[in-house]
């Protein structure tokens, strides 16, 4: 069973940095795609930012220039920067497969801006 474990969440002031990790039990290249999703109260859950196997990166209109996904041989990364009280919420990592249809998430990991 693949686990996905994040963390890096916290309270920070509005205006503020923070870096999110997501590890894999298995290589991250296992995954065609890797992403973070947020999910605030009372509001859906969204996808946030997403990169494939091949690197190829896309974001959500409300964080672009603001925030960055990357990924080493080991761990997915969200920095996010200029934070803003609408980004606080849970955010998840998610890894995919579309050869087998798999998907997989993590328990989340909360993020809350101040104003």
């Known amino acids: 069973q693949v686990q996905l474990v994040e963390s890096g969440g916290g309270l920070v002031q509005a205006g503020g940095s923070l870096r999110l990790s997501c590890a894999a039990s298995?290589?991250?290249?296992?995954?065609?795609?890797m992403a973070w999703y947020r999910q605030a109260p009372g509001k859906q859950r969204e996808l946030v930012a997403a990169?494939?196997?091949?690197?190829n990166t896309n974001y959500a209109d409300s964080v672009k220039g603001r925030f960055t996904i990357s990924r080493d041989n080991a761990q997915v990364y969200l920095q996010m920067d200029s934070l803003k009280p609408e980004d606080t919420a849970v955010y998840y990592c998610?890894?995919?497969?579309?050869?087998?249809?798999?998907?997989?998430w993590g328990k989340g990991t909360l993020v809350t801006v101040s104003s």
């Open positions: 990169i494939t196997s091949g690197g």
């Open positions: 298995v290589s991250i290249f296992s995954f065609n795609v």
């Open positions: 998610n890894a995919r497969t579309i050869v087998p249809k798999t998907n997989y």
